[in-house]
């Protein structure tokens, strides 16, 4: 008998939480959001959950909106690594930007974490999105999209040949001979490319998963076919199950496509809960949070996401539909579109909106009861809509803690979510294959 399909869940940290006005709220902690122990031990909680893994976003230029939100970024990597130190099983999941990083740096980066961490470390590959990062890297202009893609490609495929540019046998560490590693089997990858010049191998041994795994957060048509050709989990942000659906459906039909298994690559939307112990209680809690909007850092992120300035409107107007730019650079982003969605559907207000959109930026927020909130994750992973869910809690750690303590219990006795860890690495986790190095073989064809 097969084993029963079992939900991925990960927890997606940000500064106090995820709603735009946690910093705000009294029961966070924000004395704390540089203290490391902090991080580490909100890492020890959800490893206790037996949670999948740890995930840190990142980008390369400071916000323009930190005036109202504690939207500054720590670098992950190092983060991580220092969590990884205290902790044995979760995945430790860190954001880089293939536009703003060098491919040779990068792999000895997570290489280093993979190895510092028993295997468990997992790359969310970006393109990074904001313009103004170019100044901070000495760029005349940001590359447009479709570069940043194109530049994204070859940099993974380099990075892939680095991580396997040493054979699982390289390293003899043979004492008696004095024989330390087999150099046969350590190979210059001699890539030259439109974008990367790069010869290797890496100088160090490879990581333990192989590879760590790779992640992808791109909804947009150059993202999706990327998630297709390389992503092994995939964050994505959903309104609907409908959309949802379709989404996970395309992705997987495109990866099938590719010559590629579809379970070997996980799906997994955002999911920001608000949990009481009655639906009215949760929905007050919701309501509590919204009321520590600052309507001014709210406004700058729709006009980041739709190109509208709404500063000089009626916040309890009507959206001003007739405004936004199907057609322009913005209409095609996922973002865009998952905003459009919710005006077809809902009609809100302004402020609605701004409500909508506070507590997870576009990702799914729910307020309810812990069995409502395992309803719905059982919904849509049951129904072609999701392997798992991307947590993202509105406060931290209460947020996360409540999560842990009522909702995932629910999910162990429904036979949807593992009692203990059955693997040590992040593949294990998401029971993903170790790849074996493209060189492999390579030293034996070359002495036959």
Known sequence: MSQRRQLSLNLFVYPGGHHEAAWRYGGTDISRLNDITYYQDLAKRAEAATIDSLFFADGPVLADNIRYAARYRVEPITWLAAIGA?????????????TYNEPYNLARLFASLDHLSGGRAGWNIVTTSQAAASQN?????????????????EFVEVVTKLWDSWE??????????GLFADTARIHPIEHAGKHFRVKGALNAPRPPQGRPVYVQAGSSEDGRSFAAHYAEAIFTAHQTLGSAQA???????????????PEHIKVLPGLSPFIGSTEAEAKALEDEFNALIQPEYSLHQLRRMTGI??????????????????????????????????LDRENPTIRQLINRLAGGRGHFVLAGTPE????????????????????MPPWLTGGFDVFADEVVPLLRRRGLFRTEYSGRTLRDHYGLPRPDSRFAGDALRASA
């Open 372 to 391: 409502r909130i395992a309803d719905e994750i059982q919904l849509w992973f049951e129904n072609g809509a999701a392997d798992g869910f991307n947590i």
């Open 168 to 177: 699982d046998e390289a390293v003899i560490a043979d004492q008696a001979s």
């Open 137 to 153: 890297f000495g760029l005349v202009e940001h590359p447009v999209h479709a570069e940043r893609y194109e530049r994204s490609r």
């Open 247 to 261: 989404f996970y459906a395309d992705i997987k039909a495109r990866a099938s496509a590719l010559g590629r298994r």
């Open 309 to 342: 300035d709404l500063s000089g409107y009626d916040l309890d107007g009507p959206f001003p539909r007739h405004l936004l730019d199907i057609d322009g650079t913005l209409g095609a982003a996922s973002r865009f579109q998952l905003i459009v969605g919710i």
């Open 86 to 98: 205290v902790t044995s099983h979760i995945g430790l999941i860190a954001t880089a930007s293939t």
